[in-house]
């Protein structure tokens, strides 16, 4: 299984980016996908989780109202659309796949981790 995180960057304050999560080795269709992010010395937020049809999704506090998960499950891609950034949003963002319809949202309910994006916010 590989998952290709992808669309991280330098953004101001206010910006907008979209980051792409390509999926391969696995069944896309019937996985419950995830986003999450971290920063030096600290453990994997929860960012977002959309079920496997796209159907349900669920996001963090922080996020809520600012960032949108959506998939193609013909392309094999999950997406994380993040506007209004914040400087507190700078972290590394991880997406995960699990073998579950609708996987939790912590680190244990994953199965599977791409490399990680790179997203910093600039004030």
């Known amino acids: 299984v590989q998952l290709q995180a992808s669309g991280g960057g330098l953004v101001q304050a206010g910006g907008s980016l979209r980051l792409s999560c390509a999926a391969s080795?696995?069944?896309?269709?019937?996985?419950?996908m995830g986003w999450f992010r971290q920063t030096p010395g600290k453990e994997h937020e929860f960012v977002a989780r959309?079920?496997?049809?796209?159907?349900?999704?669920y996001y963090a506090d922080s996020v809520k109202g600012r960032f949108i998960v959506s998939r193609d499950n013909a392309k094999n891609t999950v997406y994380l659309q993040m506007s209004r950034l914040k400087p507190e949003d700078t972290a590394l963002y991880y997406c995960?796949?699990?073998?579950?319809?609708?996987?939790?949202?912590?680190?244990?309910?994953?199965?599977?981790w791409g490399q990680g994006t790179l997203v910093t916010v600039s004030s």
């Open positions: 995960a796949a699990a073998s579950r319809y609708l996987p939790g949202d912590t680190y244990s309910s994953y199965d599977y």
């Open positions: 080795g696995l069944t896309f269709s019937t996985s419950g």
């Open positions: 959309i079920s496997a049809s796209g159907n349900t999704k």
